[in-house]
């Protein structure tokens, strides 16, 4: 267990498994089925929860980050491979892509919001483990 894990006691989300996925492949192609098992094993063994939804984080994570241009799927069915770039690549405009400007601007705000949710989050975090070291420390 690693005590400096900043996802430690965190249950498995796609936004914490897309991190892993960029740090553990990035450069890389590998096949789905180690993906999902190192980035379960990473995350348990550095103090992470397992995921208790029923829909895989691993999955969305990499929608996500195929979305971004961070990863491709190079093979698919029930072997697929997916190539994880260190930088984004251009990608297509998805079918769902904003249309006009009002609807970017949609976006861009729901990803701030998320962004300072994390923020916010990290935040405490880093307060209660502050009062956690003085309070040891005395």
Do not use: C
């Not at 498994?17 to 789905?32: D, H, M, N, P």
């Not at 770039?85 to 609807?103: C, G, L, M, T």
């Amino acid at each position: 267990m690693d005590p400096n894990y900043r996802y430690k006691g965190a249950r498995l989300k796609p936004q914490i498994a897309k991190a892993i996925i960029l740090e553990q492949f990035a450069g890389k192609t590998v096949s789905r089925r180690e993906i999902d098992e190192r980035v379960i094993q990473y995350h348990q063994s550095h103090g992470g929860l397992p995921s208790t939804v029923k829909t895989n984080p691993i999955r969305g994570a990499l929608k996500y980050l195929k979305d971004r241009g961070f990863a491709r799927n190079v093979s698919k069915g029930s072997g697929s491979t997916w190539r994880i770039f260190e930088n984004p690549q251009p990608v297509s405009k998805p079918a769902d892509a904003p249309s006009d400007a009002r609807e970017l601007v949609a976006i861009v705000r729901g990803e701030i919001q998320y962004l300072t949710t994390q923020i916010e989050s990290f935040e405490r975090r880093i307060s209660e483990l502050e009062s956690t070291l003085i309070k040891n420390s005395q």
